[in-house]
């Protein structure tokens, strides 16, 4: 299996990778992320539920906004088993269109109670560089993939899924509803999710509780997490990639921080709207 560094993307593209807090695993075993059936009241999320994501770059004295992370859920009850329809969109920033235009498009269907993908599909386009990928999830937890590449080639192949294998739009929203109470720093979790012809077995560090000052919107007290980087092309290997989560019901992602060989990329909470809780850890 190869490692995110042979992985073809852009600095935005990894953005929602990161929201995620990914890290490559070093054991040989495959733990498993507990998936259990999660009670209605206790979801951190519900549908209409908005959220934008800043992106940004900072290498020395430059710091600038280049584009959008947008994330939105509603559900589905036509069907047997009702659903939840999340729908992610990275764009950059009409500046960044003349010199590198990113339009991406993802969609991810996944049970109410358990939150385990039952359909997934994303549409890259990223300058001159797409790729589809269209997953159907079985019973038996492999995953019946469809990659439509940019020369018009299509592969149709079965990925060896687990009960904890998701695409990384439902492992965002699964991991916000984690058993957060019971997590002591250093606590290290599994991870599992599929993208294109690979499925990556990937580990988060529980770190402790921590207090940040988001630009826009003020300050919270929050939830840290961190993950070694890959070196490679984008990233070099050398610090932790980190993110912060709000210390409240709605576990929203606040401010991730990732090192890249030249520079460093952040993303920010934006906006927010519809949250199914009081955002209690807002401080001022």
Known sequence: MTTLTGYKSTILTLFLITLCGLAPAQEKEKPCLPVRDIPPSQMAFRPGEKLTIIASYQWGVVNTDV?????????????EVPLYIAKGRIQTARFFNAFFRVDDYYES???QS??????????IREGKYTIQNYYNYNRDYSINARIIRKDGSVQDTLLP???CTFDFITLFYFLRNLEFSNMNP???YPISFAIDEEIFEL???Y??????RVQGQGTFRCLKFSAQTVAGVVFDGKEDLRFWISDDKNRVPLLIESPVVVGRVTGRLGSYENLRFPLTS???
């Open 67 to 79: 584009g959008t992370v947008s994330l939105e859920i509603s559900e589905s009850d036509t069907l």
């Open 109 to 111: 269907r996944f049970n």
């Open 114 to 123: 358990t939150l385990r993908p039952v359909y997934f599909m994303r549409d």
């Open 161 to 163: 899924g687990r009960v």
């Open 186 to 188: 250093g606590d290290v």
């Open 203 to 205: 580990y988060l560090r």
């Open 207 to 212: 770190d402790g509780k921590d207090e940040i």
């Open 282 to 284: 807002k401080i001022k």
